[in-house]
């Protein structure tokens, strides 16, 4: 018998603490196996490595218009659910797929045709233009996945059903990391594909990740226990609907990575293999500290959307404070040990006590930024939850900016150290935080708070 249970948040701590661990939980264990898949380039040399950087960013170019694409999914159903509006999720997470399985095709297509040029064009050393250009034609077939992957999470977190995201992602996971070893390393009597190898462990964990979440929506009948009508009609309200509030977030995420690339692309133009590997060794303690970030990210944008569903708009303020509060303390943590044992997480890449001291500099930078980057990701999705999402493209737009011509100037005409250039990352999260804090206190967003009904 379906579940007519109340789809509301709960927004104590309590409640708070509930929805976002099995998010961080889900998000942590992918980023664990990328470290992992990082330290086993690192041990074929810091040219592995330092590739893996371009290669690896440019993925997370088109992996993040989908996430944008995800949370423009997650505002939207996340309002349904306050409404109580339970059939119009299901639709929405439906267009959501039809959409960002036809970016899927055109993304992939492109890659095949125009990346090894680009790869030349923009100064990436011709031999490793090559290798980074024949993983890159590997790698982007992963994304028809993991963007049905996306969007089917998205679904699961609307109706508060994080604790399944851990299962999901620890099955992807396991078979992304056993898959590294056998195919990079050629054990296990897989082919020895080595810098290849990785490519090809991520695309099958990739649909191994699709399979399960696919499998845990329809064999426990997720739907029906919540009384959520599957349909797959086509409507071109719903299908408006989507794409009016998903491509702002989906062009402000591609601006955003997009220039990450080119901050890795100037990388790869003006420092040695070992200065590109220790840059690929600072995005993976990122992606780490990340975890924790866009996981409150994710609840501010599913618990505020489901307030304001709710009609109690004059509570948004006291659940961004408790938001802050519970991601500050946490990261704080982090930060500390991090920096009282650099070493504990350099070492891992088995690259030498060389790499170990030019990579404290930048990492001592890096984990400052965490602490601007936790707080302000839950302000940003603050404003993407009141559906304002083309004022958040805009405080991309200007912060990436300021970003592009920080990183030009540091890299490419000035010349600075690594850390100079790392420290790209507090003005950019210095300009996400401030725009968005002063607009969910001053700005016009409480006027207009509806969605057309599709």
């Not at 011709?126 to 028809?144: E, Q």
């Not at 011509?405 to 950019?428: P, Q």
Request: net charge positive.
């Amino acid at each position: 018998m379906a579940s007519t249970g109340s789809l509301r948040v709960d927004t104590s701590v309590r409640g708070i603490i509930r929805l976002t661990l099995p998010i961080s939980l889900a998000k942590l264990i992918p980023e664990l196996n990328y470290l992992i898949n990082a330290i086993f380039l690192g041990h074929l040399g810091t040219k592995e490595l330092g590739l893996a950087g371009v290669t690896g960013v440019y993925y997370l170019v088109f992996s993040a218009i989908g996430y944008g694409l995800n949370n423009a999914l997650l505002a939207i159903m996340s309002r349904r659910a306050g409404e109580e509006n339970r059939d119009m999720i299901y639709s929405t997470l439906w267009h959501g797929l039809i959409v960002s399985t036809g970016l899927a095709v055109f993304f992939v297509s492109f890659t095949w045709l125009f990346i090894h040029p680009v790869l030349q064009w923009s100064g990436v050393q011709s031999d490793g233009a090559v290798m980074a250009g024949n993983f890159l034609c590997i790698r982007l077939i992963g994304l028809f996945f993991l963007y049905g992957l996306q969007m089917q999470n998205a679904f699961l977190i609307s109706i508060q059903q994080t604790r399944f995201l851990v299962l999901i992602a620890l099955i992807q996971s396991v078979v992304n990391v056993l898959l590294d070893y056998g195919l990079i390393f050629g054990h296990w009597g897989m082919p020895k594909l080595g810098f290849y190898g990785a490519a090809w462990a991520s695309v099958i964990s990739e649909l191994t990740g699709l399979i399960t979440v696919m499998i845990v929506i329809w064999r426990l009948k997720i739907t029906t226990r919540f009384g959520i009508h599957a349909s797959y009609g086509v409507s071109t309200q719903t299908l408006r609907l989507v794409l009016a509030k998903g491509f702002p977030l989906m062009s402000q995420l591609a601006i955003s990575t997009g220039s990450w690339w080119i901050f890795y692309l100037l990388v790869s133009r003006q420092f040695s293999y070992e200065g590109q590997a220790v840059s690929q060794a600072m995005r993976n303690i990122f992606g780490l500290s990340g975890v924790f970030s866009w996981a409150f990210g994710s609840s501010a944008n599913t618990i505020l959307s489901n307030t304001i569903g709710q009609g109690r708009q004059e509570e948004i303020f006291t659940i961004i404070r408790k938001l802050c509060l519970i991601s500050l303390t946490g990261m704080t943590v982090f930060v500390v040990i991090l920096n009282l044992f650099p070493h504990l997480f350099l070492d891992v890449f088995g690259l030498g006590n060389d790499f170990v001291k030019a990579g404290t500099g930048p990492l001592r930078v890096v984990s400052a930024a965490m602490l601007i980057l936790c707080i302000g990701v839950i302000w940003l999705n603050a404003v993407v939850a009141t559906g304002k999402t083309h004022i958040v493209f805009w405080i991309e737009f200007w912060g990436i900016a300021a970003y592009l011509i920080y990183v030009w100037l540091v890299i490419e005409v000035w010349h600075k150290s690594l850390e100079v250039a790392w420290m790209s990352e507090w003005l950019y999260w210095v300009m996400m935080l401030a725009p968005s804090l002063l607009y969910m206190l001053y700005g016009s967003w409480r006027k207009d708070l509806s969605y057309d009904q599709a």
